[in-house]
């Protein structure tokens, strides 16, 4: 009984961890594990064998069956690679209303000169956009505050409606990425007419929220925030808003209180990510920056909290957690511009800036607003579509960020679920291929899915129930009456 | 520090772990040495049968008798990892080749 292609690594439990080549897992002791890697298979109990071989960890008779059914889970988990560029995200101005301190835009003052995309920009934005051969495309407007430049985002949307009209529907969706303060009626019913969802922000209580979320007269953004976010769900209905956290330093060891907050104002999901080291973060970083150790702790603590929310019939999901969990549970496809493999950047998402360059992710458009220019693909006047999709740029990313090839990521247990973020890398470590292992992104990726799979090992019945409910998009009880 | 056979101490923070090239190959010591360069300057040098690796940790105050066993592990699962590798390596290609094949191409196969 020959063996097929596996990672493995001994968990905190003691157990050896085996994961294989389509995203199979499975826990064995160290004895049986040991008898596995034993020529002579036959030390193992019969069911364990068979357990292993439905798995694809072993195989009996038919080689070409075990190696296509590998071949086939390999190729749905990275599916996501034939859809090309999906998430288009234009930068419709660089000025915002709120002067954050962990900004990662360095947005300016709402009086600066020359800070907006023009309609011309955005035009030819939207033109390169359709020439991309995703099936599946989402058009998200960032900034700055792109309500700021209001005008130039409404022609956009209906520029783009009108070549929808001839390129098959394959734009699927608008966001837009605001802080809400000036979202108005007007607004919000063109929103409604244009099916544009809304991606906004939220930081926890008013306490929290106003600590490094400030307009830029100094004043408290929540009360207006809470207000503008009732008004677009009565027109826009209650799903059509996302709110994203930003976690500095005074936010980890208040994670259960953000919680709460954000169930108190009927979202239905948070994503628990670490402050990013661009923009504003890093010049602030003694404000706001915290070592990744407290980040996972924190973390840690935070997914426990949900997770008895959900046993006590909350229907609340952590995002990050969530996206893992599909990887692990699931052989379906989760394309996530920051945990990919080869990146995403480029490939899945790209940025076009408010004077027209272009890069493949909101970080290499931030380096460049610090001077540094490496992550430029080109703009869109003087560069066609191949220049910009099939140049020099993007094939040396994808290039090195394959983490089948990368040292360290390449005989890691979790290979198989995770992925490479370059320009985070040359952020950190001046080349795109970076320090892996001893990365910010390394330690906390790979201490989510030590914890994660500690949980799954575990299995306890109702937390088991809780992650499937995520993964299925169902709540609890559903799960339950299911399983019964 | 524990005097570990496999360990040894070479005086000013320096610990030398020394392996039998027989047993280790060169992928596997590379691949474990670079897990732990975080925590360690790390400098591999060839001794006759051996190969060694020397360990300078970057915080002084760190006691390298837990790290450099854990390392003695970490060298092991790379070289179990590599044998294996060798069994079914081709067949990790084949599974690669295959599902990046054109859907018209995987009849042939």
């Known amino acids: ?484 | 520090m524990g005097n570990y056979e496999f360990i040894e101490n070479c005086g000013n923070g320096t610990y030398l772990v020394k392996l039998l090239k027989e047993y280790y190959e060169r992928e596997a010591v590379f691949a474990a040495a670079d897990v732990f360069k975080e925590r360690y300057y790390v400098k591999i040098d060839s001794f006759g049968d051996y190969v060694g690796i020397f360990f300078s940790a970057k915080n002084m105050q760190d006691d390298p008798s837990v790290g450099l066993r854990d390392f003695c592990n970490v060298v092991l699962d790379q070289q179990v990892y590599r044998d294996l590798n060798k069994q079914y390596g081709h067949l990790r290609d084949i599974i690669y080749e295959y599902a990046f094949s054109p859907i018209s191409m995987q009849g042939n196969k």
């Open chain 1, 1 to 484: 009984m020959p063996l097929l292609p596996f990672t493995f690594h001994k968990v905190k439990s003691g157990k050896i961890l085996v994961v294989n080549q389509g995203g199979e897992y499975v826990f064995l002791t160290r004895k049986d594990f040991d008898a596995l890697l034993n020529t002579n298979r036959r030390h193992l109990p019969n069911d364990l064998l068979h357990m292993l071989k439905s798995k694809q960890l072993v195989y009996t008779d038919d080689e070409d069956l075990s190696l296509n059914l590998l071949a086939t889970k390999l190729r749905t988990r990275k599916s996501f690679l034939s859809n090309f560029t999906s998430l288009h995200m234009m930068v419709l101005t660089t000025r915002c209303n709120c002067s954050c301190d962990y900004c990662h835009a360095s947005s300016s003052g709402t009086e600066t000169q020359n800070a907006d995309m023009t309609l011309c920009v955005a035009k030819a934005s939207v033109d390169l956009i359709f020439q991309s051969p995703s099936n599946d495309i989402k058009i998200e407007f960032q900034g700055g505050e792109p309500l700021l430049n209001w005008d130039v985002l409404k022609q956009t949307v209906l520029y783009a409606e009108e070549l929808n009209k001839t390129h098959n529907n394959r734009c699927k969706g608008f966001v837009i990425c605001t802080n809400l303060m000036l979202m108005d009626d007007e607004k919000l019913h063109f929103c409604k007419d244009h099916n544009i969802y809304i991606s906004t922000s939220l930081d926890g209580p008013k306490c929290l929220h106003d600590l490094h979320r400030k307009a830029r007269n100094g004043e408290s953004t929540y009360n207006m925030f809470i207000e503008k976010l009732y008004e677009t769900r009565a027109v826009l209905g209650e799903d059509s808003c996302n709110a994203l956290l930003t976690i500095t330093k005074d936010h980890l060891d208040d994670l259960r209180n953000i919680i709460d907050e954000y169930v108190e104002r009927s979202f239905n999901n948070i994503f628990l990510r670490a402050i990013n080291p661009y923009g504003y973060a890093v010049e602030n970083e003694n404000i706001v920056g915290y070592p990744i150790e407290d980040f996972i702790t924190s973390y840690k603590d935070a997914l426990n909290y949900i997770i008895q929310l959900n046993k006590r019939g909350v229907y609340f999901v952590e995002s990050y957690a969530k996206l893992l969990l599909q990887r692990i549970l699931t052989p379906f496809p989760t394309g996530f511009v920051d945990l990919q493999s080869p990146a995403g950047a480029g490939i899945a998402g790209v940025i076009y800036d408010y004077n027209g360059d272009v890069y493949p992710a909101d970080e290499g458009r931030m380096l460049a607003r610090m001077g540094d220019k490496r992550f430029f693909m080109g703009d869109v006047f003087t560069n066609s579509y191949d220049d910009l999709f099939n140049g020099k740029l993007i094939h040396e990313l994808i290039y090195n960020s394959c983490v089948e090839t990368l040292p360290s990521c390449a005989s890691c247990l979790y290979q198989i679920y995770c992925g490479a973020d370059p320009i985070r890398y040359y952020v950190e470590s001046g080349n795109i291929i970076g320090q892996r292992s001893g990365s910010n992104f390394c330690k906390k990726n790979k201490a989510i899915f030590d914890y994660i799979f500690e949980l799954l090992e575990e299995a306890d019945e109702e937390v088991l129930n809780v992650f499937w409910s995520w993964i299925t998009n169902r709540k609890l009880k559903a799960i339950k009456f299911e399983n019964n």
